[in-house]
């Protein structure tokens, strides 16, 4: 399974609030368009117009992926808007959204432990991730938590401490 939540820890300030519930919103608004017929590269738009009306931008590096007997294959899920994925979704596709939405710039960096990814100016980045099978009529989340089919945004959850 491939899943990523981001938490507050501690006092969270307004802005990294509003990261955080942007994130997990771009994330909803493309599970909301998984269906058979939808083109790959429309989850893109869907996750770049919720955030840039949130005043966040959504790193371009990164992307979801399939999911089959590679772990890391196609289709490419990028989550920019006039990306270029290939593909329509059907039945039976399993892959992962995963948007990186940022405060600040897009743009990120490597850091020399060739793992750690961070913003180019510094500013906080947020990530939520699922995995989906594309049904019939919808998706399913194969990674939702068992007391939660439909993503539904709980600050309780997302923030600790805070």
């Known amino acids: 399974a491939d899943l990523n939540e981001t938490f507050g820890v501690g006092k969270v300030d307004a802005d990294g609030k509003k990261l955080i519930q942007t994130s997990f919103e771009c994330l909803a608004a493309a599970l909301a368009l998984v269906k058979p017929g939808t083109l790959y590269r429309d989850l893109g738009t869907a996750i770049h117009k919720k955030a840039v009306s949130n005043g966040c931008s959504v790193n371009r590096t990164y992307c979801g992926h399939g999911i089959g007997t590679l772990?890391?294959?196609?289709?490419?899920?990028?989550?920019?808007?006039?990306?270029?994925?290939?593909?329509?979704?059907?039945?039976?596709?399993?892959?992962?959204?995963?948007?990186?939405v940022n405060l600040g710039t897009p743009a990120d960096t490597t850091w020399y432990d060739n793992w750690t990814a961070v913003t180019t100016d510094g500013k906080r980045s947020a990530q939520f991730e699922h995995m989906v099978l594309v049904t019939d009529t919808g998706c399913e989340i194969l990674t939702a938590r068992a007391d939660e089919p439909v993503m539904t945004w709980n600050p309780d959850i997302s923030f600790v401490c805070g």
């Open 71 to 100: 772990f890391h294959t196609v289709p490419n899920i990028p989550h920019y808007h006039k990306n270029k994925a290939k593909g329509t979704m059907k039945a039976g596709h399993v892959f992962t959204v995963e948007p990186m």
